[in-house]
């Protein structure tokens, strides 16, 4: 056979890691190991499960393409967890659909938004993600108004747009 | 070191097929191209090598491949969805680089708002009625769903990120991770 399918120790041991991060996220979610912030949960999680997989790589001490191979298995499987995670947690739209269906009624856009945030304003939800910006050092409120940082914000909008015209997204 | 190349190979090839694709108009969302795309190439590329190529190990390859094709995913995901990103692009063609906090909210958030509830009404999952939204039986069941899913991971607050946790990790500032989306991919998406 010209293709080896059969995965080496430290690649099978990788593949576990994977496994569990899954199950690690939800031991944290429940009973006397919860933590309660979700993003926390989830790093705490990725955490163990990568502190796991460098000693199980210590222990078996593999080749350096084993190596790369079980850390880009396990790097894989933390970014896509992650994606679903954030999902879960703060998806916009799935957000919207939690929120319409709770009211169990005809909303406007306005009652929608009032719904979703929980009685707070519009301005709320703008804050919330506008804070995102303001802790990544991307953006600054000075008098009122938002102000995005010279270097490092100007940085991050110059990546987004040029990602933008290579996806052949508009603008 | 054959296998890491082939991986790499994998995805070139699935590189060049999403940026074809995700420029041509169609139904299928962009999610689904790009899993699509990912899939395909991968299996084209390794089936390929193993004609061409000669022996080598499958598992480097699709860890180089799959590593990559999710970091694609990713960039797009986060230009394609993300709020926070959107603002601050706009902040880079705004004069002076700045904008009033009632400006960010009345011509960014809200019209995000409402292209969503649109985005709802187009899956099936909501309906619109002289300006007002219901959920329908499909957004029920989904909703029903979803809401499982939260309890099951423990997730008791959704939505916002200060309510939901108080700590923001990079990437969901960047993600906003929407993969339901069903736009064509040169449409604003929401």
New interface residues.
Partial sequence: ?????L??LP?AASLAACVMLPVA??VL??GPF?VT???????LAAGVVWTAWVATMIAVRPDW??L???A??L??AT??G????????????????????R???????D???LA??RGKP????????????L??G??E??G?????T?RR??A???A??M??R?????K | ?N??LVGLGCFALHAVVT?VW??LSGRTSPVARHAASSLATHALG?AS???FV???????A???S??LA??WL????????S???R???Q??CTP???????A??ED???P???T??S??VTMG??TE?D?????TEK??A???R??G??H????AA?????E??????????L???????QHS??????
Avoid: N
Wanted: charged letters at 15%.
């Fill in positions: 056979m010209t293709i080896d399918f995965p080496t690649v996220l939800l979610s429940h919860k912030a979700p993003g926390r949960r989830f790093v393409v084993d790369v191979t079980g880009l298995l790097a894989t970014l896509a992650f994606t679903l995670w954030t999902l879960v947690a703060w998806g916009f739209t799935v957000s919207m659909l939690l929120a319409l269906a009211a169990d009624r005809p909303l406007t856009v009652g929608w938004a979703y945030t519009l301005a709320a939800f703008a804050q919330d993600r506008l804070g995102v910006l802790k990544l991307l953006a409120v000075r009122g108004e938002v102000v995005m010279p914000g100007r991050f909008a110059k987004a747009t990602l933008r290579l996806f052949g997204l508009s | 070191m296998s890491l940026l995700l420029r390794v090598a193993a004609q000669g022996p080598f190990a499958y598992w480097p699709a860890a180089v799959g590593f999710v970091c990713f960039a797009f995901s986060a230009v394609y969805k709020v926070s990103l603002i601050l692009t902040l880079d002076g680089h700045a904008m009033p906090m009632e960010v909210t960014y958030v809200r995000e708002f409402a969503r509830a985005l709802l999952c909501a009625a300006g007002a939204f219901e959920v957004g029920t989904t909703a029903r979803i809401a899913i939260q099951a991971c423990g997730i959704s939505g916002l990120y200060g939901a946790t108080d700590l923001m990790p990079l990437t969901t500032a993600l906003d991770p929407e993969g339901v989306g991919p040169g449409q604003r998406p929401g």
